[in-house]
């Protein structure tokens, strides 16, 4: 709660003209008049809006609808008081008179008990008053605030004798998917998800993720991922998914007790083929937050404007949509070692920074097949937890893989020698395997019969698999990740395929 804290500092420091960032008007209104009133005695209250002017207990103040006015209002009013203006920005980039009057207002004010405290959802300052104004973001409600709310929620419906079916566990859920809406989105949310429901139970989770995906629309590059895989849909990568379960509680408050840092993110480089992507759907299931991914390529188009400016508001984007996962998808496309200058420098720069400094539970979770194109600064540790390297699958892994996906569409994989299968498909990735079994079916189907190990042994005869095609590529790939990476399975890494 840093913005929190960080106003009443500046209260107690007497700072004269003070501006919150907020979309939350209500929220901070309520804040400021509970906290004023603890540290300044016999205080009055004020709020301005240029529709209504100023106001004081509902009571208006005549004449003060003009920006102006209310400023020379709040510099001659004699007695301790906090006024709030709301949304001043435009009259301060159009009218040099109203951006001279707080200039005026911070000499007249300073080292009283007198207090302006500018709100507005952007922060806009023109060079000349960025000495004399303090800009303070304000925080989104807390889990602790977010708690109280969802309480107060499910007893409401309760005595509507709606049941409750959620467990401990289960209302955690609840507040972390809640986090990064305001106070007023999650109330709605939480409305629109319990309504006409008979019994509320842990699917509302899901529809609460939906709710973020609203936020999301109206940035270009960013896309809500709705799809969402079990850890166990994913045939090996046992180094891996033991990394991702012990992590499973990170972001909850138990977590921050306990003393540990929020996860800032994961690198999975390897093979195509072989489960990175579907790795990293897997974690938002697992973890029970939402996925959203930023396409670089929609970064560079310019359809959301310039591209760094575009890079800058998605990151700013799922800050205020924490806790979250973000997957940057062929992470490498869109920021490499090759371009070091224009955009593609300063889209590096900013994301370094905000990997390094970030505090929101914004969880990174990027994906690269060339990862020695990656800046070597990238690599360091700090930007990301670990770096895992995905290889094509081992013998007992491609068993795996064929067991899940013959699973997955109401195939018995005890009617086949999955054994045998694997030894086939040696080098064979995770999406080969998928793909082959799917082509074997179209066989089979359009015989109108059940498919049988024969139709899979004909798709083999007839394809080669990408490390055959690719076995320069791949080497390369595994003699890099050698000795920099952990590698996603439990066999070491070797170049040789």
């Given at each position: ?46 709020v301005w809006s240029v529709s209504s002017g100023m106001r004081r207990k509902g009571e208006r103040i005549e004449n003060t609808n003009d920006p102006l006015k209310a400023i020379e209002f709040a510099i001659s009013y004699d007695k301790p008081a906090v006024f709030l203006l709301k949304d001043l920005h435009p009259f301060i980039n159009q009218r040099p008179d109203v951006s001279r009057a707080l200039r005026d207002a911070y000499q007249a004010l300073k080292n009283t008990f007198k207090f302006i405290f500018l709100i ?211 992470i490498e496309s869109g920021i490499n070692d090759k371009v070091s200058e224009g955009a593609t420098g300063r889209i590096l720069g900013y994301f370094l920074t905000w990997m390094q400094e970030h505090r929101s539970p914004v969880f990174v979770a990027a994906t690269a097949n060339r990862i020695d194109l990656l800046p070597a600064e990238m690599l360091r540790r700090g930007r990301f937890d670990q770096i895992f390297f995905v290889d094509l699958p081992i013998e007992k892994e491609r068993e795996e893989i064929f067991r ?94």
């Amino acid at each position: 709660m840093d913005g929190i804290q960080a106003i009443k500092n500046c209260i107690v420091a007497r700072y004269p003209v003070i501006y919150i960032t907020s979309w939350e008007e209500g929220r901070v209104e309520k804040f400021l008049e509970s906290i004023t009133a603890s540290y300044i005695p016999n205080r009055e209250f004020f709020v301005w809006s240029v529709s209504s002017g100023m106001r004081r207990k509902g009571e208006r103040i005549e004449n003060t609808n003009d920006p102006l006015k209310a400023i020379e209002f709040a510099i001659s009013y004699d007695k301790p008081a906090v006024f709030l203006l709301k949304d001043l920005h435009p009259f301060i980039n159009q009218r040099p008179d109203v951006s001279r009057a707080l200039r005026d207002a911070y000499q007249a004010l300073k080292n009283t008990f007198k207090f302006i405290f500018l709100i507005s959802p952007f922060a806009f300052l023109p060079q000349e008053l960025k000495k004399e104004v303090e800009i303070i973001d304000f925080p989104l409600p807390s889990f602790e605030e977010l708690e109280s709310l969802l309480n107060q929620v499910l007893a409401s419906f309760e005595a509507k004798n709606v049941r409750i079916r959620l467990s401990e566990d289960d209302r955690k859920s609840i507040i972390l998917a809640l986090q990064g809406l305001t106070f007023d989105e999650a109330y709605r949310a939480l409305i629109k998800s319990f309504q006409g429901k008979a019994t509320i139970s842990p699917d509302v989770v899901e529809e609460l993720h939906l709710e973020k995906k609203q936020i999301i629309l109206k940035e270009f590059v960013l896309e809500y991922v709705h799809e969402k895989l079990s850890i166990d849909e994913i045939g090996g990568l046992d180094n891996l998914k033991d990394w991702l379960r012990k992590r499973q509680k990170a972001f909850t408050p138990e977590a921050r007790k306990f003393g540990l840092d929020q996860p800032k993110g994961l690198l999975v480089m390897g093979v195509s083929g072989c489960g990175k992507s579907i790795s990293v759907k897997a974690i938002a299931s697992l973890w029970s937050l939402p996925l959203f991914r930023l396409d670089m390529n929609l970064v560079y188009s310019g359809i959301a404007g310039p591209p760094e400016e575009a890079f800058a508001r998605a990151l700013k984007t799922m800050d205020s949509l924490a806790p979250a996962v973000l997957w940057i998808d062929e992470i490498e496309s869109g920021i490499n070692d090759k371009v070091s200058e224009g955009a593609t420098g300063r889209i590096l720069g900013y994301f370094l920074t905000w990997m390094q400094e970030h505090r929101s539970p914004v969880f990174v979770a990027a994906t690269a097949n060339r990862i020695d194109l990656l800046p070597a600064e990238m690599l360091r540790r700090g930007r990301f937890d670990q770096i895992f390297f995905v290889d094509l699958p081992i013998e007992k892994e491609r068993e795996e893989i064929f067991r899940i996906h013959l699973s997955k569409r109401n195939i018995n994989p005890d009617e086949f020698n999955i054994t045998q299968l694997a030894k086939i498909t040696k080098g064979w990735s995770g999406a080969e395997i998928e793909q082959a079994i799917i082509s074997a079916m179209y066989e089979a189907f359009n015989e109108g019969r059940p498919l049988c190990e024969d139709d899979l042994f004909k798709i083999f005869s007839k394809s080669v698999p990408l490390s055959t095609t690719m076995y320069e590529q791949i080497k390369r790939i595994r003699e890099w990740a050698h000795k920099r990476a952990v590698r996603a399975s439990e066999a070491p890494i070797t170049p040789e395929i």
